[in-house]
């Protein structure tokens, strides 16, 4: 590809619109424009990264045994009903009247039609296992659109659908798929973990959610350095290390602590740890006062004690809401002889002589333990987990992380086959529900999400997998026959070495071209300019590293041949 006949309208500065860095970089680098909010025209630039992420995960798809197939995105209503989601579905999902009047949707999702393509097709045991896939547009209208493709309203994703005999042969499915993703987000060139998203408490249902690492994503995961365990911070479980202290039960005390309200504040006064102070925080659990114990240098996970206690909304009561329930001042509310529901986090049934809030103002409690000076409701894991605590898995070293979902795969059961009545003849004769799950990965969000895991201050760095191209040769002397002839050579040879290369063949002062090829990422740069006329040697730096080498064309188009096969093959 020539850049002087590419649609790659590169910018300087930053646009006004985009918040994150991806959306930046895609905007300067000429990938996409905006059309209108959420919503965008993917330039060529921009398009063959997609491209390059749709062959991917087509190829693994097609590998594990699914089949591609193409769905409408305009949906009728009626479908929609017989799940219920018409009414369910919130204003994301962009209902319209066509000229007949008929009610109809664009599809933010298309379990409806997949269900309604087996009932009518799939009638037999013997046509099962089935795995259905697309890529294609999908219209989610979100209130607020933004950072560029990782929110917009307008994307293009892969989804895909199984349908299974049974309950077991859907796992067989899932694994399928989760095996597959793992592939696709590896073969990409992408840092990432696959996140527990649900317990399986729930009818059945199981998923894990594929995350990018990046120090920009929305999402704050706990990895471990050691194995491959990852979870969402409210679902990571805290491995509880039982107290080996052989310190015997001292004598309850009272002890003044004028003014001091704050965990730290009273830790400092009586020249102690943090952990050896519990909190008795107050939590309203569907409106109702519960008291919860957690050691002071610890926090209450919200999602774990709404769990517990089987409500469906937790919010920390304020200072009067305390008082109100307890009595008690803020900042001296202990355990020892409350008057509310107490449940404590599992650490603190381990602790011995700890340090809680006296129920009075300006005191609070020495030596106090647990089952002695005052009972529970429930005992159970209630904290955050944090970097200090040991892997749930191996007991390894966690460490905190920032992640981008990119991927969902999903054991949905039978709820959707039994609302629209999608069912097969089983092999002892009996009409059975298909057990079905579905599997998405957001094609675009996954370029904007590789731009936020690797880039720098200069631009993409994209990599190799992803990168629209792999080389581009600078042309440094337009004006010169010489250079313009190495240029034009190194560039057709590349070419006959089956690498996609773009030639910088514009007419441009050299910095522009420098800033150019940096800002687009292209693993790697081919300079051709005055110090070939000297030395006959041309210049490749790697975009990852700035590493540079000097030789002669011929050398070059043998290196880069070699070099980008291999880091392909890695992959
Ligand atoms: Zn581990």
Known sequence: MRYSQILLPTLKESPAEAEVVSHVLMLRAGFMRKLTAGIYTY??????????????????????????????????????????????????????????????????THE???????????????????????????????????????????????????????????????????????????????????????????????????????????????????????????????????????EAPADLEKVETPGKRKVDAVCDFLGIESSRLVKTLVFKADGNPVAVLVRGDHEVEEVKLKNLLGVADVEMADDLEVFNATGVPTGYLGPVGISIRVVADQEVAEMR??????????????????????????????????????????????????????GHVFKLGTGYSQSMNASFQDSDGQEKHFVMGCYGIGVSRVVAAAIEQNHDE??????????????????????DEALTAVAEKVYRELQAAGLEVIIDDRD???????????????????????????????????????????MTPDQAVASLHARISAELKQQ
């Open 43 to 108: 330039l060529p630039f921009g398009l063959a990264a997609i491209r390059k992420v749709e062959n991917i995960v087509r190829e693994e798809m097609n590998r594990a045994g699914a089949q591609e197939l193409l769905m409408p995105m305009v949906q009728p209503a009626d479908l929609w009903r017989e799940t219920g989601r018409y009414e369910k579905y919130g204003p994301e999902l962009l209902r319209f009247h066509d000229r007949h009047e008929r009610e109809s949707c664009l599809g933010p």
């Open 112 to 246: 409806e039609v997949i269900t309604d393509i087996a009932r009518k097709e799939l009638h037999s045991y013997r046509n099962l296992p089935v795995n259905l896939y697309q890529i294609q547009t999908k219209f989610r209208d979100e209130i607020r659109p933004r950072f560029g493709l990782m929110r917009g309203r307008e994307f293009i994703m892969k989804d895909a659908y199984s349908f299974d005999v049974s309950d077991e042969a859907a796992g067989i499915s899932y694994m399928k798929m989760y095996d597959a993703y793992k592939r696709i987000f590896t073969r990409c060139g992408l840092e990432f973990r696959a996140v527990q998203a649900d317990s399986g408490a729930i009818g059945g249902s199981f998923s894990h959610e594929f995350m990018v690492l990046a120090k920009t994503g929305e999402d704050t995961i706990v990895i471990c350095k050691d194995c491959e365990y990852a979870a969402n911070m409210e679902k990571a479980v805290v491995k509880l290390v039982a107290s080996a202290t052989t």
């Open 353 to 406: 002589n700890f340090y809680v809030g006296g129920n009075e103002k300006n005191y609070h409690l020495k030596n106090v333990n647990f089952g002695r000076d005052f009972q529970v409701e429930a005992v159970a894991d209630l904290r955050q987990i944090t970097a200090e605590d040991p892997c749930p898995e191996c007991g390894g070293r966690l460490e905190m992380t920032q992640g981008i979902e990119v």
């Open 458 to 479: 200069n631009g993409i760095v994209f990599p190799m997998p992803l990168a629209p191209y792999t080389v581009i040769v600078l042309n440094l002397g337009i004006k």
């Open 508 to 550: 441009e002062r050299p910095g522009l071209k420098f800033k150019d090829a940096d800002l687009l990422g292209i693993p790697y740069r081919l300079t051709v300019g005055n110090s070939f006329l000297k030395s006959g040697k041309i210049e490749i730096r790697r975009r990852s590293d700035g590493i540079t080498e000097e």
